[in-house]
């Protein structure tokens, strides 16, 4: 790995330099599991791949440089990355986690950390006031998600840094939705930062994969522990597509930034749309804490339609974008929170927390912005037509 503090841009290109052996610039594949011993008192680098491969090693070099902490480990998917560094927790312990987090985040603290006797609370991360006022005596984590999804609001993470600095905490952040190009929470005291790999930073919707990073050497030896023991390691195939992946990241996500913003833009000034949530508009009230903490608003919006009939006009009407899950592809990827990623929340929570029957989410791909447009134009205009004939059926 390089050791010069080059661009991020430069480094996603160059940091994992050349096959030291042949000089081949794209990683081998490392398929060995197990690696020959001189004696039985002598280790080499490698013994057995759950606990290190050199594939494997890259990735997680990889990802340790563009988060500028000390160690990264490369899992078999984003909530296995997030589940076993919840293991450094133990039973007595209690998690304060922000109310806007992932599904499966949800599931696994709420559903089998509980198991274990961790305790959870959730809180509106937005106030800091409520988050000091949630830490309790055994708080050993504070769990941040910013931007959040799918309303895109925004945490200070130097403002709950410092309420869990002050009380013996350590924090967690999910850095999917920004990647390191966008947010290095490390760089604003951050113990360890995750990632669904799967999204971003493979970005080609065909690699499931998660990443932790920190930059504390007690940590890492912790993690390094944990993921040998639980060994939801990531595949050595898979580890390959994440480095291909990960070359073109800045060009992609600028690409779908700026298309992202383009769309929003155009959402706000169409009256079927009653909101647009974008930490990139004027008026979102994160803008200027996502200013300060991160270099851009990333490429996921959301926007609320009046409710359900709306929005199944608008995915009739609407060729582009893929009506799926997930987000962070080559693809735009439109989707609806209350009956995907949100469907196991019970409605009147879902409605406490904005997530209504209307609202939809797009994750901005790199197809033609005009083009989306138009697309999303035809959609909307075509819920005009079920207003209009709703008057007519009067
Ligand atoms: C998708 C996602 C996850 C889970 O990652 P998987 O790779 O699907 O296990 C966690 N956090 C966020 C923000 C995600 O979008």
Redesign the pocket.
């Known amino acids: 790995m390089s050791k010069k503090p080059f661009s991020l841009q430069t480094s996603l290109i160059h940091s994992r330099g050349f096959d030291k052996e042949t000089g081949a610039v794209s990683t081998p594949i490392h398929h060995a599991t197990t690696f020959h011993q001189q004696d039985f008192d002598q280790y080499g680098t490698y013994d057995y791949s759950r606990s290190g491969n050199p594939t494997r090693e890259t990735v997680e070099e990889t990802i340790a440089e563009l988060e500028r902490g000390v160690r990264g480990f490369a899992f078999s ?6 589940s076993t560094s919840f293991l450094l927790l133990s039973s007595g312990d209690h998690v304060l986690v922000s109310e806007e987090v ?1 599904g ?2 949800y599931r696994m603290i709420t559903e089998v950390l509980t198991k274990f006797d961790i305790e959870y609370s959730f809180v509106n991360m937005k106030d800091l006031h409520e988050v000091a006022c949630a830490i309790k005596h055994n708080t050993k984590v504070i769990y941040m ?1 910013t931007p959040s ?1 799918p309303l895109l609001n925004i945490t200070d993470i130097e403002g709950v840094v410092k309420l869990a600095k002050a009380n013996d905490c350590l924090t967690f952040l ?1 850095n ?2 920004m990647t390191p190009l966008l947010q290095r929470p490390i760089s604003l005291g951050v113990d360890v930062v ?1 990632h ?4 971003f930073l493979a970005g080609h919707s065909d690699v ?3 990443l932790a990073v920190t930059g504390d050497e007690e940590i890492a030896g912790k993690l390094a522990f944990l993921q040998n023991s639980f060994g939801a390691v990531l595949g050595v195939q898979d580890c390959w597509l994440l480095l291909r992946g990960l070359k073109t990241l800045h060009v992609r996500l600028k690409e779908s930034s700026e298309s992202a913003y383009k769309i929003a833009s155009f959402l706000e000034g169409r009256k079927e749309v009653e909101e647009v949530y974008y930490p990139g508009l004027s008026y979102h009230p994160g803008r200027e804490i996502q200013v300060r903490q991160a270099e851009g608003p990333g490429a996921v919006l959301s926007f609320r339609l009046k409710g359900e009939e709306e929005v199944k006009q608008l995915i009739k009407h609407v060729n582009i974008p893929v009506f799926a899950v ?3 592809a080559v693809e735009s990827i439109l989707s609806y929170p209350s009956r995907m990623s949100h469907a196991s929340m019970p409605k009147a929570e879902r409605e406490r927390r904005g997530i209504t029957d209307g609202l939809l989410r797009l994750s901005v791909g790199l197809e033609n912005a005009d083009e989306l447009i138009k697309d999303l134009q035809k959609g909307l205009d075509s819920i005009q037509q079920i207003n209009r004939s709703n008057v007519i059926n009067l």
């Not at 998917?77 to 997030?82: L, R, V």
């Not at 669904?196 to 999204?199: G, I």
């Open positions: 998917s984003g909530m296995a990355a997030i992932y499966g985040t998600e999804n999910d999917t939705f995750l669904s790999a799967t999204k499931l994969a998660g997930s987000l962070g």
